[in-house]
């Protein structure tokens, strides 16, 4: 390889690390905009009771172990937001399949989950961003 050719690749390079690096960042962001993993565990406990207290849905919640939906849920949005985690659940289509969920009820979790992120303090913008990314969920969880 000689002078211009390794120039050429350094240049190359350069270009490719400026068009992935941005990317990065902005995902990073919605992960630190929640507060991070402390962050994420405190809005899943703070959701957790206004879901079994929410008369649109807490039926459904009836025979499930809160504990190990909010473990899965923390990995989900964690991954969702650009964060360091993996998802250990099942995938949503199996897991909410059978339950004959509303488009109502999937507003409401969504809503329970957008207050609890801004009972934790979480802006505004970021909220918005996070609930979007559950959006297309909705064609695997609604079956009703
Ligand atoms: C964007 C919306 C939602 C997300 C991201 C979500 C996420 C999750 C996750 C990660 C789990 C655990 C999966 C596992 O155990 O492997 C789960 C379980 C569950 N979800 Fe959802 N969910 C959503 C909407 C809903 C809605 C709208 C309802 C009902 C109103 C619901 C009811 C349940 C129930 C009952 C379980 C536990 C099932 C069991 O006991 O095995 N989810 N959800």
Sequence with gaps: MNFFHSMRAAAVF??????VAPAHAADDALFQGLGGKPGIKNIVET???????????????????????GMRLEEQL?????????????PMKETHGGLKITN???????????????KNGV???VA????AKLAPMQRDIVTK
Aim: overall charge negative; hydrophobic content about 45%; some cysteine.
């Design 78 to 90: 964690c991954v969702l937001a650009g964060g360091p985690c993996t998802y250990g659940g099942e």
């Design 128 to 131: 918005n961003k996070l609930v």
């Design 123 to 125: 802006a505004t913008s």
């Design 104 to 118: 109502a009820q999937f507003n409401a979790l969504a809503e329970n989950l957008q207050i609890a992120m801004e």
């Design 47 to 69: 959701f957790k009771p206004m879901v079994l207290a929410d008369p649109r849905i807490k039926e459904t919640f009836s025979d499930s172990d809160m504990k190990h939906v």
């Design 14 to 19: 350069a270009v490719a690390l400026a068009a």
